[in-house]
């Protein structure tokens, strides 16, 4: 007896996937497009806030190290030290600015942090008047 059986030697068919087509949006009705102005203003409030969070860094940085001012040689050395203007911001959003100048000061004394020098000279230590010797001066050659 022979076998009858045929064995499948083509591979089964591919399932064919539907072509990529823009799927037709329907036309936003009022409660869509009022979404999309909510969306539009939201976007623009977070960029307005981002950039309001970067100015108010800014400043107060710039008052953290105008504090430090009398206290370090550069005061912007200090964030070298790890310390963040965010860790002396007080509960109501003001710089602590005595627990930083404690701070800096222990900079100075443990990690060699360049302290603030005062002018230890005299203000008049420019160019002094020279004495007369009793030689020639101008006014005896012009013949005054």
Known sequence: MADTTESPTEAPEAVQEAPDAPAEAPEPGKAGREAAKY????????????????????????????????????????????????????????????????????????????????FAGHADQGARPVEKSGGTTWQDVLGG
């Open 39 to 118: 969306r539009t203003q939201l976007r623009e409030t977070e960029a307005e806030r981002d950039t309001l969070r970067e100015t108010v860094s800014a400043l107060r940085r710039e008052q953290a190290e105008a504090a430090l001012d009398k206290t370090l040689a550069k005061p912007d050395s200090f964030w070298l030290t790890g310390a963040t203007v965010d860790d002396y911001i007080d509960d109501t959003g003001n710089l602590d600015r005595s627990r930083l100048v404690a701070d800096a000061q222990s900079a100075v004394n443990k990690q060699g942090l360049a302290s603030f020098k005062r």
